[in-house]
């Protein structure tokens, strides 16, 4: 549950895209790092009294690396200065029933300047659509896009298997101005657009962002357990299921690597093997780079052997993608491995970029 603590803002520190990083001091002496979304909280400043949910700092949780900061009490902030009692300035609540639920304009939603346009959309004119596990991909798989095609629009769909507020991620953040736009999807929240389910998120990104390519993968923050289903990255097989009932072409970034300690994670990760084997009903282009070491190529393509049943395994050349990778306006990074210690994943992820833009070329 939440562990509480209430302290003094000392300093600011880096500042991005919605967020606020700050170091606050408690009573006891000590300081705590934390993070301020000011679209919700307000902007703390230097002296303000602050109110902290600590919970996943003190755990030393891998992506929770901050206490958050809940209320700036003694100074908050005015309401939005379009806000209503009426549903003009929209009625879309996410992070529903918790304290610091938002009120945001759906896309889709009455009061939307594109809820004509998405009011009959039911078709994404087999827009690919790439689908990855974890947030580390994004950066990857739009360096693959880039290689080929410097001038597609991308969009971004975060779905809410990890961080809800897309202001936490500093890797969207340096992305912008490579995106076409991101829209958060389900109970995430803090995108260009806002969209209640998967599928209205993937019709805005055809329809209202015009988005030659889409990519979709949770916020950061990947929750497991170590077992076979008990893992965010399940989504990732109702993904495919929603872009093939649209008319989309899902392309599948897999999870591979030969760096990761966890046997579970090993060639082609479990995580992609349940989503992809067991979850996703529809058939995908699951895709491989071609030129894998030897013993880590073998062993992807024993677990993949028993996934071509549904879906079709691509093999893809690699040529150009290192170095587009190393050109990454972001850094990479993957459970704390930079691209040169786990290279076969974002090599994969890179991969399945390219290919969804090799789609594109033979629907032209």
């Given at each position: 549950m939440v562990r509480w603590r209430t302290g003094t803002v000392a300093t600011l520190r880096r500042q991005w895209t919605g967020a606020v990083e700050l170091d606050v001091d408690l009573p006891d002496g000590t300081r705590m790092r934390a993070l301020a979304y000011p679209e919700l909280v307000g902007t703390p400043e230097p002296g303000d009294r602050v109110l902290l949910n600590a919970g996943a700092l003190l755990m030393g949780l891998g992506t929770g690396g901050y206490a958050l900061v809940v209320a700036v009490p003694d100074r908050l902030p005015p309401d939005p200065p379009e806000v209503t009692d009426t549903r003009d300035a929209g009625h879309l609540v996410?992070?529903?029933?918790?304290?610091?639920?938002?009120?945001?304009?759906?896309?889709?939603?009455?009061?939307?300047?594109?809820?004509?346009?998405?009011?009959?959309?039911?078709?994404l004119a087999a827009m690919p659509v790439v689908t990855a596990d974890l947030h580390s991909a994004l950066p990857a798989i739009l360096a693959g896009i880039r290689a080929d095609a410097p001038r597609a629009r991308v969009a971004y769909l975060l779905t809410d298997g990890g961080a809800l507020p897309a202001w936490f991620s500093r890797t969207l953040a340096g992305l912008r101005a490579e995106l076409a736009g991101t829209i958060t999807v389900g109970q995430a929240f803090g995108g260009d657009l806002e969209a209640t389910t998967?599928?209205?998120?993937?019709?805005?990104?055809?329809?209202?962002?015009?988005?030659?390519?889409?990519?979709?993968?949770?916020?950061?923050?990947?929750?497991?357990?170590g077992t076979r289903w008990g893992f965010s990255g399940v989504a990732v097989g109702e993904a495919v299921n929603a872009i093939a009932t649209l008319g989309g072409r899902p392309v599948g970034s897999l999870r591979i690597s030969a760096a990761d300690p966890r046997p579970r994670h090993r060639g082609v990760s479990h995580h992609s093997l349940t989503a992809y084997g067991r979850v996703a009903l529809a058939p995908a282009e699951l895709v491989v780079p071609d030129d894998l070491e030897p013993a880590l190529a073998d062993e992807v393509d024993a677990a993949l052997a028993p996934l071509t049943a549904r879906h079709r395994i691509v093999r893809v050349p690699t040529g150009g993608l290192d170095a587009a990778l190393r050109a990454s306006a972001v850094p990479l990074s993957t459970m704390g491995r930079g691209l040169d210690a786990d290279h076969a994943y974002f090599l994969a992820a890179a991969a399945a970029g390219r290919h969804a833009v090799s789609l594109l070329a033979g629907a032209s």
């Open positions: 996410k992070a529903r029933y918790t304290p610091l639920q938002p009120i945001l304009l759906g896309v889709d939603e009455e009061a939307s300047p594109h809820r004509e346009v998405l009011a009959d959309a039911d078709d998967l599928h209205g998120g993937l019709l805005a990104a055809r329809h209202v962002l015009d988005a030659d390519v889409a990519i979709v993968a949770q916020g950061p923050g990947n929750l497991g357990t």
